[in-house]
């Protein structure tokens, strides 16, 4: 996420290094720097000004003092500034307090918002809402199909009739949650261009006929500064409430994106990050900024950790590792688990200085079903006993799971490195989330 921005600004922030002051003249070496970063990053030229501005203000405004040095004093500026451009603090769709709560989801064609309006409805309900999907893309053939088998596949009701007025779709839904009792309501509406004005009078037709507590616009963060231009346009059609920025796993520079914010004056609520419904993420401006600046994100690692593991079984897991009854069987779960929380580079890449170190390093997820192919091969027993793996047994785990020898072997020794490594933090006492983290770690296959 916001690689280029990263690469960009960390070269502009290494000017201080070294250096005993901060001065006019290196300030402004300096900001050049910055300022080059944030346009070949796509941000937009008013909003690169500002931020340039801005924090040149504060650096000559503030005395070096005490243990911080020029380089870091600089950084942690940049980083303030950051925050502030990303709009400073997270902002949550705001619920209506006479249920249901109408979410309104708009933006150009292709952006991600039928898939924005799933992963949307799974995480309100996780939060314990019942929302309730609505198709209003009449246009494109296979629209609705579309949500219905979204719908199907995180199981929540869609909302979807042979009608072909959107209006009266999206109206029919909100009498259908009010009876039903769903308490918010996330309308998908079809893509549509800004420049084909019938589609821009549907969408606020729409929009005049429901009266929406949110608004959402989905901006593919792949598109540069088009997507000011159209963000303005669906603003002033539809006064927006916030942003989605979809498709920042891509390799993008983003920097569009984080304009439209700024332009359009609205926070960005929620990211996309990969094409499956699990794939969002709320919008923490300190927490993209500190990634941005490769401080990481442990927050949000800490937060992914946590969605999957649940209380009791870490505790039964800290129990076994310290009795040494740590089991393949119990690698297997949690291996499991590591892999729902997201491709392991992602992952890797929220460690603060990870994310720079991976960024070559291609890591296959696929390394884990070598893993679990193997582990699968082994009966319950030995899987629960791995001091029965003897020669013959790992020949014909390793024929079974297609794998070699070698490989087998290599398994059970790394299994075993691991429980003792597992057994020395579990002594130090560091957090139970660490200790369960520590695995995929040392998995080499
Ligand atoms: N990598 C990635 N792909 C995404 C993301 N969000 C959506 N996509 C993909 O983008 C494509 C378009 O997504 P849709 O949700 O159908 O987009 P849409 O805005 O509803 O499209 P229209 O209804 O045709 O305007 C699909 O292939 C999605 O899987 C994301 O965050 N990351
Ligand atoms: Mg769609």
Known sequence: MFENLQ???EHALKRFRGQATISEENIDEALREIRRALIEADVNLNVTNKFVEDVKAKAIGTEVKGKLLPEQLIVKIVHEELVELLGSKQ??????????????VAGLQGSGKTTFCAKLAKNLRKKGRQPLLVACDVHRPAAIEQLKQLGQTINLPVFATEEKNPVKIASDAIIYAKKFARDVVIIDTAGRLTIDQEMMKEVQDISNAVNPNETLFVCDAMIGQDAVTTAKAFHEILSLTGVVLTKLDGDTRGGAALSVMN?????????????????????HPERIASRILGMGDILTLVEKAEQQ???????KLEQKIKKNEFSFEDFLEQLRTIRKMGSLK???????????A????????????KVEAVILS????????????????????????????QDVNRLIKQFDDMTKMMKNVSRGGKSRFLKSFGLPQNLGM
């Not at 992602?346 to 200085?353: H, K, R, S, V």
């Not at 991976?358 to 079903?369: K, Q």
């Not at 319950?380 to 070699?404: C, H, M, Q, V, Y």
């Open 263 to 283: 332009v359009v004056g609205k926070p960005v609520k929620f990211v996309g990050t990969g094409e499956k419904v699990d794939a969002l993420e709320p919008f």
């Open 378 to 405: 082994m009966t319950k027993f030995e899987r629960e006993n791995p001091k029965l793996l003897n020669g013959s047994r790992r020949k014909r785990i390793a024929d079974g799971s297609g794998t070699t020898v």
């Open 358 to 369: 991976m960024r070559n390093v291609s890591i296959d997820d696929n390394a884990f079903n």
């Open 91 to 104: 902002s949550d769709i705001q619920f209506s307090s006479h249920p249901p709560t109408v979410i309104m």
């Open 309 to 315: 593991l649940d209380e009791d079984q870490a505790k």
């Open 7 to 9: 690469d960009k600004l």
């Open 346 to 356: 992602d992952l890797l890449g929220l460690i603060p200085g990870m994310d720079k």
